[in-house]
């Protein structure tokens, strides 16, 4: 062996040493944290779980609508009316100015019956009707939104509503369709599309076509209104079983057990969806998981105020 190998093999058995005790130590450490992990579970034994009201069962697959409040305001329609006529009217007297110039052009190019002053004065005629068209359609726009809005309403509509969203200035889509709360009454309503126009709430609002309103239900009338959007899935739980600290929302999972041992329950972390019924939809869990649906506030008493939801990686 030459002397290099001979000066090199204290220090690559002293660096196996340094590893060894190292590697030992995270073992070490990682039975204390799972030791310590178990520590914090709850563990109730089944005489503890009936005598708490302890209650597990599955999530259900589910699938549901996003339900946004809005504020409706019953519209008048004579202001469609008026500014549909206004539009038209103005786009009627555009083209006949237009038709006139191009007439008097004619004739003053061929010489015929046609003065410059004349000429000037339909030229003049033309650019206020032109303008006066532009500012109506545009008002109409303004006021019941683009074209697609327009055309739905040329087809035929019934009672008119605006919803608005206190609070909110965009909508990232249109919802599929409204509910309004008339007397307690859940009467659906037709999304249109989005309006231009904001009123005193300063906020976004949506054109709603009632084709079946109650008759008493007329022009300036404020009535609450529900926006359905697509539907989304996930997971039901009932209300009881959601606990809320400063990480967000969680549940207690009940971990599997032998017949003889002890049930333990640990915190997983859910994201809440959308309210649904008496419940919640949630993503964070799966359909076969035992999910503590009654007496969750026990165990979190059990468990103490400082533990922390986990992720589930079961």
């Known amino acids: 062996m030459s002397a290099l190998a001979r000066r090199a093999l204290p220090a690559a058995c002293s660096l196996m040493m340094v590893i060894s005790l190292l590697a030992l130590a995270d073992d070490d450490k990682d039975r204390d ?44 329609e004579t202001t469609l009316i008026a500014d549909i006529g206004d539009a038209n009217a103005s786009s009627a007297a555009e083209r006949s100015a237009s038709a006139e110039l191009n007439r008097l052009h004619g004739l003053y190019n061929g010489g015929a019956g046609a003065s410059l002053r004349m000429l000037e004065a339909a030229q003049a005629e033309q650019a206020r009707a032109q303008a006066q068209a532009e500012i109506a359609a545009a008002r109409l726009a303004q006021h019941w939104g683009g074209q697609k809005n327009l055309d739905a309403l040329r087809r035929g509509h019934g009672l008119l509503l605006r919803a608005d969203l206190p609070g909110r200035h965009t909508l990232g889509g249109t919802p599929a369709r409204a509910v309004l709360d008339v007397d307690g ?42 926006l359905l959007t697509e539907q989304r899935t996930g997971l039901l739980l009932p209300r009881d079983a959601l606990l809320y600290d400063e990480n967000g929302a969680y549940v207690y999972k009940q971990l599997s057990k032998n017949a003889a041992e002890k049930a333990r329950y640990a915190p997983v972390k859910v994201t809440l969806l959308l309210p649904f019924g008496d419940g919640w939809l949630v993503k964070g869990v799966d359909d076969d998981d035992n999910i503590v649906v009654h007496g969750a506030g026990v165990l979190w008493s059990l468990q103490g105020v400082g533990a922390q939801p986990q992720d589930d990686e079961d």
Request: aromatic share 0%; glycine share 10%; net charge negative.
């Open 33 to 76: 944290n799972d030791a310590a992990q178990q520590a914090a579970q709850p563990a109730l034994n089944n005489e503890q779980q009936r005598a708490v009201g302890i209650v597990v069962a599955h999530p259900l697959p589910a699938r549901a609508p996003e339900r946004i409040e809005a504020i409706g305001l019953v519209l008048d």
């Open 185 to 226: 009454i859940e009467v659906p309503g037709r999304v249109i599309g989005t309006l231009r126009q904001t009123t005193e709430l300063q906020s976004v609002g949506l054109l709603i076509d009632v084709p079946n309103a109650p008759p008493g239900l007329g022009p300036g009338a404020r009535i609450p209104v529900a």
